[in-house]
C-alpha cells in the first residue's frame, strides 16, 4: 500500500505536500485545468511535482461544466462532453509519464447517471447493462494508454 497526499493544482498547497512523509501525491482535478487555455500550464505543473513526489495520481472531478463527468449519460451533451473530458485527461497523463520519470496513473468516479431523493442511482436500464457500458468504455480508455 501507497500513502499519497491528496491536493489540488495549487503551487501553495503541493508545497506544503513536499516534505509529507509520503509516497507520492493524488492531485484532483477541480474541471478547468484541462481548458485549452490551461492545459499546459497544468502539465508543467505536474512535471515540476514529478521532482519532489515518485508517484502522481491524477483524478478527475465528478463534473465539469455544471454537468456530470458521465461518459455513458443518456444525455447527448453530457455524455460527450464527459468523453472528451476524460480524454483531455489521459492526454495529460501521458504527456506527464512521458515527459518524467514518476509512476503515474489516472482514475475517475462512475457516480452512474441520476440519483433518487433516497440517494439511490435513479436507473432507467438495468444495472448489469449500465456496467456493461461503463466496463466497455473504461477498456477504451485503457487500450489508449500505458498506466493504470
Known sequence: MKL???SIIDKEQTDTRKDLDVDGIEIILL????DQENFNA?????????DHFPIIGIEAPISYKILPVNPIAED??????????????????????AATKAEVY????????????NG????????????EQIAQFH???E??????
Open 120 to 131: 439511490y442511482p435513479a436507473r432507467k436500464v438495468p444495472l448489469t447493462y449500465e456496467l
Open 139 to 141: 477498456r477504451s480508455l
Open 76 to 97: 447527448k451533451v453530457t455524455r460527450e462532453q464527459s468523453r472528451e473530458y476524460l480524454q483531455r485527461c489521459l492526454e495529460l497523463t501521458n504527456q506527464i509519464k
Open 42 to 50: 497544468t502539465k508543467e505543473a505536474f512535471i515540476t511535482l514529478a
Open 106 to 117: 489516472f482514475q475517475y468516479q462512475y457516480a452512474f447517471g441520476n440519483f433518487q431523493p
Open 4 to 6: 499519497l497526499a491528496k
Open 143 to 148: 487500450a489508449q494508454c500505458d498506466f493504470p
Open 31 to 34: 474541471g478547468r485545468e484541462l
